[in-house]
């Protein structure tokens, strides 16, 4: 559907040149607003008129379009092993693309974070009440959902970050999984299971969607942060190949470096995106509060590493679905 | 029969036999057989080890077992109610027949997801059916037989209709006259003639149940062992850019899939060819 979307778009009849950011599925809003506002910052500066078309999806589905030919100019995801596909099956960017732009080429980032139901009353604080016996929490399927990987190692890691072993930090996540009654294939599909049909006493999500599931579906909920979380880069990146060929290299950087100015990251935080520019989050502060976090290049030694020994088949993740009882 | 041929010979508009076989195998090989050819050639790069591995996981057994199921157990319901529908709907006259009648093409029109999002919110524990239910609908495999019943119902109300309505009704008039009761009726001259087109309504249903992943994968729950889908793990598999891994669960299913859609039709020929042609 992406690619006949992308066909859709290519004919364009306006003047300038035009871009195509390939994205993850809750990027849109944000990116929305960004492309007008780059749009308007480019015929400032240069006088052309920029089209920019957007693409969303499933973040690995939309990766693999992309491989398989879709003609993203920049392509900007919410996990790194989404992009390093680009470098190692398409050879379409180089593998060290992450050092290109600052902050591991990441504008933006979010924290997972847990929500509840009014007033609490489980008490859920921490990670470790998750895996309590009678607390029952939603969490999108790891196997298929980006979101659903970050929680998983997010409380994993911050197990570790409390001194447990890995044994033990396994043992937490395996407690957790046994609480979830229902794996949806996404984060917006989990969220309705929580919102609408009311199961489970908490929902793992990243911050940046709380304020949406509030807006959707009523403010009973509330974001309980725990003592440690992940932090969760979005990583962008241009794809050389293709604008390489398609001669929009100079707007394409251009579109991705203004992620990181002061009206970028104004954007991004509006959108509950945490901002990298201390400047901006610290004018923001009051929506993102303050939390320890960790990188799952830290403590997971990188997404590539983190999918072979924890989600791909045989996995960390398999064994432990495998040995619960249900 | 030999006069007819000479016939159509000489007046046929269509394109002679040569032309049109030609131009099926090509359209054919250019819509399915290209596609799913590519299929079979990832799986050649694994091993055969490594093919077996990834089409026998225990995983994979379960949810091979619950499509499988509920597929076929989905088909079996709709032969039965979709035959009294398809009856209803040609034999007698109400109010609103023509709306009745077009809201059975709904499964086929509407998004998947749609439908699943739907059913999975009317069959949940605080829906409008879920609540008055003794026992869980949505994330359960009860909730896949729902689903997958809901899609494959118009495949055999619209392939039985139209053999109703060529169905004279001085065939049964005759069979009364002739001393059968309403059963022996339905039994002895209806059902016959009806029996082909039923099982090909039940086929296109069993089929397009197997593949169905957008409607199911709101309303399984997704447990692993117990109510995840066949096409749920290929994507997982997609998932961690194991194309190979994917493609082979995907070739296990394509090949039950032709077994017994091949099965089905030599029934079908069997029970034509026992009625006497048609």
Redesign the interface.
Known sequence: MALALAGLAAPSFAAGPSLLNVSYDVSREFYKDYNAAFAAQWRKTTGETLTLNQSHGGSSKQARSVVDGLEADVITMNQANDIDLLAERGQLIPTDWAKRLPDNASPTTSVSVILVRKGNPKNIRDWTDLGRAGVSVIIPNPKTSGNGRYTYLAAWGAALKRGVNPQAAEALVARIFANVPVLDGGGRAATTTFAQRQLGDALVTFESEVPLIKREFGEDYEAVYPAWTVLAENPVSVVDKVVDRRGTRKPAEAYLKHLWSDEGQQIAAKHHLRPRSPKVLAAYAKDFPKVQTFTVDELFGGWKKAQADHFNDGATYDRIVAATKR | MIFTRTLLRRHSVLPGFDLALGFTLLYLSLIVLLPLSAAFLKTFTMTWGAFWD?VS???VLASYRLTFGASLFGALVNAVFGLIVAWVLVRYEFPFKRVIDALVDLPFALPTAVAG?AL??IY????LIGQHLPFKV??TPVGVFVALTFIGLPFVVRTVQPVLEDLSKELEEASATLGASRAQTFRHVIFPILMPALLTGFALAFARALGEYGSV??IA??????SEITP?LI????????YA?ATAIAVVMLVASFALLLAINALQAWSRRRQGGL
Do not use: W
């Open positions: 990834a996981s225990p995983r999002i999975t919110a949940s524990g605080n829906g949505s994330f994968i709101f729950g997704n447990m692993p062992m117990v749920l994507i997982t598999k997609l998932e961690q850019y194991d891994g």
